[in-house]
């Protein structure tokens, strides 16, 4: 099939999203969304999967889930307790009409709690998100994952997607056979994925038996151990990833912010436990002195340590 010619800019606003400040240059679109879908249609399929199964990994703890990402949420219901889930905030009420009043209605209280969190939504209006436009539905979702999972990754005091990133070349570095250096082709023969999860549970993968020739065994391998073993559902599919000659960068990075988020909160969760049973272990060596040195001054045949230790020994627990 012939190649199309690349499209030129359109003089026109596009529907994506854009945000004010250099804090916020970070949520800027590399790529044109209206150009994403037109250069490869294989990318809009893949984020269908991805930003489906990423809300539902956050409906599911509501009790609910979405089927078709541009119809469940038209009536803006779902779409508002997605939001409350994610935010841990509570929305305006929602109506409960059946009316396209309502739902406009519904649809533009998200849209408002969204631009509250200091995003900037230009040209995605509820209209289009009621009437079921599928690519403002999945613009509007990559800007919620955008905002919640990725804006606040900070590593090495670099934020966000550069944050993410620096992340993932961290914690592969040791491997030699994987080199991340995008949110697309570095992770196509799946050695990414499993350097990932064998580095932190490396009793999950024999990492040493996969082959970077094999990505299908790859990808599968870390989609099912993740799915199992970490509570990451699939996000992505193997033979979309191998079958693309550019991987969608939005769908690849919402899923490996979920490796991030699983890790790095386990991580601190570990490091702030460590840090306090190192205080109790302290603290009930301390007592265990204090028990021990009183017993023995208490005791009538023991010569008493001067009054200058007794005051040494206390300030010494008083500095712990």
């Not at 490869?40 to 809300?55: G, I, L, N, S, V």
């Not at 620096?166 to 350097?195: E, M």
């Not at 436990?273 to 005791?299: F, G, H, T």
Request: charged letters at 25%; one cysteine or more.
């Amino acid at each position: 099939m012939d190649h199309q010619p690349h499209p030129q800019p359109h003089p026109h606003p596009h529907p994506h999203q854009q945000y004010d400040g250099e804090t916020n240059d970070y949520m800027q679109q590399q790529e044109d969304w209206d150009r994403d879908m037109l250069l490869d249609p294989a990318w809009e399929k893949q984020q269908r999967k991805t930003f489906t199964a990423w809300c539902n990994s956050h409906l599911r703890k509501a009790g609910t889930q979405i089927e078709n990402i541009e119809e469940d949420f038209r009536d803006g219901l779902k779409l508002m307790l997605l939001l409350e889930v994610i935010s841990g905030e509570r929305l305006a009420k929602p109506e409960r009409g059946k009316m396209r009043v309502h739902k406009i209605s519904n649809v533009n209280k998200a849209l408002n709690f969204i631009t509250s969190k200091g995003v900037k939504l230009v040209s995605i209006g509820a209209e289009e998100i009621v009437d079921g436009n599928a690519k403002m539905t999945l613009g509007m979702i990559w800007t919620i994952i955008l905002r919640f999972a990725i804006q606040d990754i900070s590593v090495e005091e670099t934020s966000a997607k550069e944050g993410l990133l620096l992340w993932c070349q961290r914690k592969t570095a040791p491997y030699k056979n994987v080199n991340i250096q995008n949110f697309h082709i570095s992770w196509k023969d799946g050695l990414g994925f499993c350097a990932l999860i064998h580095r932190h549970r490396p009793e999950l993968i024999d990492y040493g038996k996969l082959r970077k020739d094999d990505p299908m065994t790859n990808l599968n391998t870390a989609f099912d151990v993740a799915e199992k073993y970490l509570d990451i559902p699939k996000m992505l599919d193997a033979e979309d990833v191998v079958s693309t000659l550019r991987p969608d960068e939005k769908a690849v990075m919402t899923y490996v912010s979920c490796y991030y988020h699983a890790f790095s909160g386990k991580q601190k969760a570990e490091t702030a436990a460590n840090r306090i049973c190192k205080v109790l272990a302290v603290n009930q060596e301390n007592e265990q002195l204090m028990e021990d040195y009183e017993k023995l001054a208490s005791d009538a045949s023991f010569a008493p340590f001067p009054s200058s230790f007794h005051t040494l020994l206390h300030s010494s627990f008083s500095l712990q």
